[in-house]
């Protein structure tokens, strides 16, 4: 329930040096510790991005990179 407050929304997500093994997404946690898959170059790496979550499927929130926007 915690998670599906933030979908449509954007959080700063701070992009991890692995990507997602099942997906192969970027993956990273929000400020609020809420974990992210989402699209992007590997230039994102370590670094914070804005991500608009745009779903929850089962344990996973998945968004997208919003380009610097």
Known sequence: AFRAD?????LQVLCETN???TTGLLQGYSDNYVRV????TKDLVR???PVTIDQLKNDRTFGHHN???
């Open 6 to 10: 933030f979908v449509g929304k954007t």
């Open 19 to 21: 990507r997602d093994k």
């Open 37 to 40: 898959l989402f699209d992007g």
């Open 47 to 49: 670094k914070i991005v």
């Open 67 to 69: 380009g610097g926007k």
